[in-house]
């Protein structure tokens, strides 16, 4: 029987607040020159009510040692974005400025968002529904023109959704 390696850990959402949380991954050193250098992962969580609060339990599979995890808590219009780290079974809160670009995207007619992925199916960028806090699931599919893995999402008119990418903090910007 194969056993998964893994950790978790929980929060708990206040009434009206959905909490979902990425795994920062540095892509490996010889793929540096062509692809991103960060990707973002979705953990998995599990639910349970409290009440009127909701108790989340976030996996991460196979962690390393130390694991970055960019926290987005949406609340009616508003995202709180906040980075942290898993250390052993503990999640630290960052309170340094936080390295993430976010959009709000919309349109009054249906648009695609295309971005590269990475040779193992990762990507540095993730689109959000604000209100199901679900992702848009991209369709992946091999540009034979630059013969690259792409991902491309499909956006409703007249719907706003949450995008965010991990860049590498410039010192000019």
Same mark, same amino acid.
């Given at each position: ?5 893994? @950790? ?8 009206? *607040?959905?909490? *979902? ?18 990707? *973002? ?44 780290i ?13 390295? *993430? ?11 695609? @968002? ?29 540009d034979?023109?630059?013969?690259e893995?792409?991902?491309?999402c ?20």
């Amino acid at each position: 029987m194969e056993s998964i390696q893994g @950790k978790h850990f929980s929060i708990t959402d206040p009434q009206g *607040v959905k909490t *979902v949380i990425y795994r920062v991954n540095k892509t490996e050193k010889e793929y540096l020159n062509k692809y991103p250098k960060y990707t *973002v992962e979705r953990l998995v969580s599990a639910e349970e009510f409290q009440g009127n609060l909701k108790k989340k339990t976030f996996f991460i599979d196979e962690p390393n040692y130390e694991e970055h995890l960019i926290i987005l808590s949406f609340a009616g219009e508003k995202v709180v974005v906040n980075m942290g780290i898993l250390e052993d079974n503990k999640v630290r809160i960052s309170k340094k400025p936080v390295p *993430v670009k976010f959009d709000t995207l919309y349109s009054e007619e249906g648009v695609y @968002k295309e971005f590269k992925y990475t040779p193992n199916l990762k990507r540095p960028i993730s689109i959000i529904d604000p209100e199901t806090t679900e992702e848009v699931k991209p369709t992946v599919y091999l540009d034979k023109n630059t013969n690259e893995l792409k991902g491309k999402c499909k956006l409703k008119p007249n719907k706003p959704y949450f995008a965010f990418e991990m860049r590498e903090r410039r010192e000019d910007v």
